[in-house]
Antibody
Framework: QVQLQESGPGLVKPSGTLSLTCAVS?????????WNWVRQPPGKGLEWIGE???????NYNPSLKFRVTISVDKSKSQFSLNLNSVTAADTAVYYC??????????????WGQGTLVTVSS | DIQMTQSPSTLSASVGDRVTITCRAS??????LAWYQQKPGKAPNLLIY???SLESGVPSRFSGTGSGTEFTLTISSLQPDDFATYYC?????????FGQGTKVEIK
Protein backbone atom coordinates (compact mmCIF):
# COMPACT_ATOMS: atom_id res chain seq x y z
CA GLN A 1 0.00 0.00 0.00
CA VAL A 2 1.49 3.30 -1.10
CA GLN A 3 1.64 5.95 1.61
CA LEU A 4 2.52 9.60 1.27
CA GLN A 5 3.37 12.00 4.09
CA GLU A 6 3.83 15.75 3.79
CA SER A 7 6.21 17.62 6.06
CA GLY A 8 7.38 21.19 6.41
CA PRO A 9 6.77 24.44 8.27
CA GLY A 10 3.18 25.27 9.11
CA LEU A 11 3.84 29.00 9.17
CA VAL A 12 5.62 31.05 6.51
CA LYS A 13 6.15 34.80 6.48
CA PRO A 14 4.83 36.92 3.60
CA SER A 15 7.32 37.21 0.73
CA GLY A 16 9.07 34.11 2.04
CA THR A 17 9.35 30.63 0.52
CA LEU A 18 7.03 27.75 1.28
CA SER A 19 8.92 24.45 1.26
CA LEU A 20 7.27 21.07 1.67
CA THR A 21 8.46 17.51 1.24
CA CYS A 22 6.43 14.41 0.50
CA ALA A 23 7.87 11.11 1.67
CA VAL A 24 6.74 8.08 -0.31
CA SER A 25 6.62 4.62 1.24
CA UNK A 26 5.24 1.31 0.02
CA UNK A 27 6.13 2.31 -3.51
CA UNK A 28 8.87 3.92 -5.56
CA UNK A 29 9.14 7.45 -6.89
CA UNK A 30 10.96 5.81 -9.83
CA UNK A 31 7.82 3.95 -10.89
CA UNK A 32 5.71 4.91 -13.93
CA UNK A 33 3.73 7.50 -11.99
CA UNK A 34 3.48 11.25 -11.84
CA TRP A 35 3.82 12.87 -8.41
CA ASN A 36 1.50 15.77 -7.73
CA TRP A 37 0.94 18.72 -5.45
CA VAL A 38 -2.62 19.99 -4.92
CA ARG A 39 -3.75 22.68 -2.52
CA GLN A 40 -7.02 23.73 -0.89
CA PRO A 41 -7.54 27.10 0.81
CA PRO A 42 -9.61 26.81 3.98
CA GLY A 43 -13.26 26.26 3.11
CA LYS A 44 -12.59 26.40 -0.63
CA GLY A 45 -12.01 24.09 -3.57
CA LEU A 46 -9.03 22.23 -4.96
CA GLU A 47 -6.24 23.70 -7.07
CA TRP A 48 -3.68 21.62 -8.92
CA ILE A 49 -0.18 23.04 -8.46
CA GLY A 50 1.94 20.76 -10.58
CA GLU A 51 3.51 17.34 -11.05
CA UNK A 52 6.84 15.65 -11.59
CA UNK A 53 8.01 12.40 -13.16
CA UNK A 54 11.00 10.50 -11.83
CA UNK A 55 13.16 11.70 -14.73
CA UNK A 56 12.61 15.26 -13.56
CA UNK A 57 10.02 16.24 -16.15
CA UNK A 58 7.61 18.75 -14.64
CA ASN A 59 4.27 20.31 -15.46
CA TYR A 60 3.13 23.38 -13.55
CA ASN A 61 -0.06 25.35 -13.27
CA PRO A 62 0.63 28.55 -15.25
CA SER A 63 -1.03 30.58 -12.49
CA LEU A 64 1.91 29.63 -10.25
CA LYS A 65 4.53 28.83 -12.83
CA PHE A 66 6.98 31.62 -12.07
CA ARG A 67 6.91 30.93 -8.33
CA VAL A 68 6.84 27.14 -8.09
CA THR A 69 9.47 24.44 -8.31
CA ILE A 70 8.85 20.73 -7.85
CA SER A 71 11.81 18.37 -7.51
CA VAL A 72 12.33 14.68 -6.84
CA ASP A 73 14.98 12.88 -4.79
CA LYS A 74 14.98 9.23 -5.76
CA SER A 75 17.63 8.32 -3.19
CA LYS A 76 15.34 9.51 -0.39
CA SER A 77 12.09 8.38 -2.04
CA GLN A 78 10.58 11.83 -1.79
CA PHE A 79 9.56 14.81 -3.82
CA SER A 80 9.35 18.45 -2.84
CA LEU A 81 7.51 21.69 -3.44
CA ASN A 82 8.98 25.16 -3.25
CA LEU A 83 6.71 28.18 -3.67
CA ASN A 84 8.34 31.58 -3.39
CA SER A 85 7.09 35.12 -2.83
CA VAL A 86 4.13 33.83 -0.84
CA THR A 87 1.18 35.95 0.25
CA ALA A 88 -1.86 35.30 2.40
CA ALA A 89 -3.56 33.92 -0.71
CA ASP A 90 -1.19 30.94 -0.55
CA THR A 91 -2.58 29.88 2.83
CA ALA A 92 -3.99 26.41 2.23
CA VAL A 93 -3.87 22.74 3.03
CA TYR A 94 -1.21 21.30 0.73
CA TYR A 95 -1.58 17.71 -0.43
CA CYS A 96 0.90 15.51 -2.20
CA UNK A 97 -0.56 12.74 -4.32
CA UNK A 98 0.50 9.95 -6.63
CA UNK A 99 -0.78 9.98 -10.18
CA UNK A 100 -2.31 6.63 -10.93
CA UNK A 101 -1.41 4.05 -13.54
CA UNK A 102 -3.48 2.00 -15.92
CA UNK A 103 -6.88 3.40 -16.83
CA UNK A 104 -6.62 6.26 -14.36
CA UNK A 105 -3.15 7.17 -15.54
CA UNK A 106 -2.00 10.45 -14.05
CA UNK A 107 -5.01 10.98 -11.80
CA UNK A 108 -4.26 11.30 -8.09
CA UNK A 109 -5.16 7.95 -6.53
CA UNK A 110 -3.08 7.95 -3.36
CA TRP A 111 -2.92 11.13 -1.28
CA GLY A 112 -1.09 12.35 1.76
CA GLN A 113 -3.13 13.51 4.74
CA GLY A 114 -2.45 17.15 3.88
CA THR A 115 -0.62 19.83 5.79
CA LEU A 116 -1.91 23.31 6.58
CA VAL A 117 0.47 26.11 5.68
CA THR A 118 -0.42 29.58 6.91
CA VAL A 119 1.20 32.67 5.47
CA SER A 120 1.35 35.33 8.15
CA SER A 121 3.81 37.63 9.83
CA ASP B 1 -7.62 27.15 -18.69
CA ILE B 2 -10.70 24.95 -18.91
CA GLN B 3 -13.35 26.07 -16.44
CA MET B 4 -15.40 23.42 -14.66
CA THR B 5 -18.79 24.35 -13.24
CA GLN B 6 -20.74 22.07 -10.91
CA SER B 7 -24.39 22.23 -9.96
CA PRO B 8 -25.88 22.41 -7.49
CA SER B 9 -23.40 23.84 -4.99
CA THR B 10 -25.30 22.22 -2.14
CA LEU B 11 -27.75 19.35 -2.21
CA SER B 12 -29.95 18.18 0.66
CA ALA B 13 -31.00 14.55 0.49
CA SER B 14 -32.09 11.60 2.60
CA VAL B 15 -30.66 8.14 2.97
CA GLY B 16 -31.93 6.03 0.09
CA ASP B 17 -32.40 8.94 -2.30
CA ARG B 18 -31.09 8.94 -5.85
CA VAL B 19 -28.72 11.87 -6.21
CA THR B 20 -27.36 13.48 -9.37
CA ILE B 21 -24.60 16.09 -9.63
CA THR B 22 -23.80 17.87 -12.87
CA CYS B 23 -20.44 19.13 -14.09
CA ARG B 24 -19.99 21.30 -17.18
CA ALA B 25 -16.73 22.08 -18.94
CA SER B 26 -16.05 25.38 -20.73
CA UNK B 27 -14.88 23.42 -23.78
CA UNK B 28 -14.96 19.84 -24.90
CA UNK B 29 -12.86 17.49 -22.81
CA UNK B 30 -13.96 14.27 -24.52
CA UNK B 31 -14.25 11.78 -21.63
CA UNK B 32 -11.28 13.04 -19.63
CA LEU B 33 -13.31 13.69 -16.50
CA ALA B 34 -12.86 12.38 -12.97
CA TRP B 35 -14.98 12.56 -9.82
CA TYR B 36 -13.69 12.74 -6.26
CA GLN B 37 -15.34 12.50 -2.85
CA GLN B 38 -13.94 14.53 0.03
CA LYS B 39 -14.91 14.34 3.68
CA PRO B 40 -14.08 17.10 6.19
CA GLY B 41 -10.42 17.10 7.18
CA LYS B 42 -9.56 14.33 4.72
CA ALA B 43 -7.90 14.11 1.33
CA PRO B 44 -10.08 13.60 -1.74
CA ASN B 45 -10.82 10.05 -2.83
CA LEU B 46 -10.97 9.12 -6.52
CA LEU B 47 -14.34 7.61 -7.43
CA ILE B 48 -14.60 7.68 -11.22
CA TYR B 49 -12.21 8.28 -14.10
CA UNK B 50 -12.67 8.66 -17.82
CA UNK B 51 -16.20 9.91 -17.13
CA UNK B 52 -17.70 6.51 -16.36
CA SER B 53 -15.06 4.05 -15.14
CA LEU B 54 -15.37 3.08 -11.49
CA GLU B 55 -12.14 3.16 -9.51
CA SER B 56 -11.27 -0.11 -7.81
CA GLY B 57 -12.97 -0.50 -4.45
CA VAL B 58 -15.64 2.15 -5.06
CA PRO B 59 -19.21 0.95 -4.44
CA SER B 60 -21.31 0.28 -7.51
CA ARG B 61 -24.00 2.76 -6.37
CA PHE B 62 -21.70 5.43 -7.81
CA SER B 63 -21.85 5.93 -11.57
CA GLY B 64 -20.77 8.56 -14.05
CA THR B 65 -21.95 9.51 -17.51
CA GLY B 66 -21.27 12.12 -20.14
CA SER B 67 -18.80 13.29 -22.72
CA GLY B 68 -17.81 16.53 -24.38
CA THR B 69 -18.89 19.30 -22.03
CA GLU B 70 -21.61 17.81 -19.83
CA PHE B 71 -21.19 15.11 -17.21
CA THR B 72 -23.12 13.66 -14.31
CA LEU B 73 -22.31 11.74 -11.16
CA THR B 74 -25.15 9.65 -9.80
CA ILE B 75 -25.46 7.94 -6.45
CA SER B 76 -28.25 5.41 -6.91
CA SER B 77 -29.18 5.03 -3.23
CA LEU B 78 -27.55 7.49 -0.85
CA GLN B 79 -25.88 5.90 2.16
CA PRO B 80 -24.86 7.58 5.44
CA ASP B 81 -21.20 7.35 4.41
CA ASP B 82 -21.90 9.34 1.23
CA PHE B 83 -22.56 12.69 2.91
CA ALA B 84 -19.53 14.60 1.69
CA THR B 85 -18.35 17.10 -0.92
CA TYR B 86 -17.89 15.94 -4.49
CA TYR B 87 -15.55 17.46 -7.06
CA CYS B 88 -15.19 16.93 -10.78
CA UNK B 89 -11.80 17.36 -12.46
CA UNK B 90 -10.84 17.61 -16.09
CA UNK B 91 -7.61 16.08 -17.30
CA UNK B 92 -7.93 16.76 -20.98
CA UNK B 93 -5.46 19.64 -21.00
CA UNK B 94 -3.09 21.14 -18.49
CA UNK B 95 -3.59 22.76 -16.07
CA UNK B 96 -5.89 20.13 -14.65
CA UNK B 97 -8.84 22.00 -13.14
CA PHE B 98 -11.56 21.16 -10.63
CA GLY B 99 -15.15 22.18 -10.22
CA GLN B 100 -16.02 24.26 -7.18
CA GLY B 101 -17.58 21.29 -5.40
CA THR B 102 -21.04 20.03 -4.48
CA LYS B 103 -21.79 19.44 -0.82
CA VAL B 104 -24.28 16.64 -0.18
CA GLU B 105 -26.01 17.30 3.13
CA ILE B 106 -28.46 15.36 5.25
CA LYS B 107 -32.04 16.53 4.67
Amino acid sequence: QVQLQESGPGLVKPSGTLSLTCAVSGGSVSSDNWWNWVRQPPGKGLEWIGEIYHDGTTNYNPSLKFRVTISVDKSKSQFSLNLNSVTAADTAVYYCARGGSGGSYGLPDYWGQGTLVTVSS
Amino acid sequence: DIQMTQSPSTLSASVGDRVTITCRASQSISSWLAWYQQKPGKAPNLLIYKASSLESGVPSRFSGTGSGTEFTLTISSLQPDDFATYYCQQYDSSPWTFGQGTKVEIK
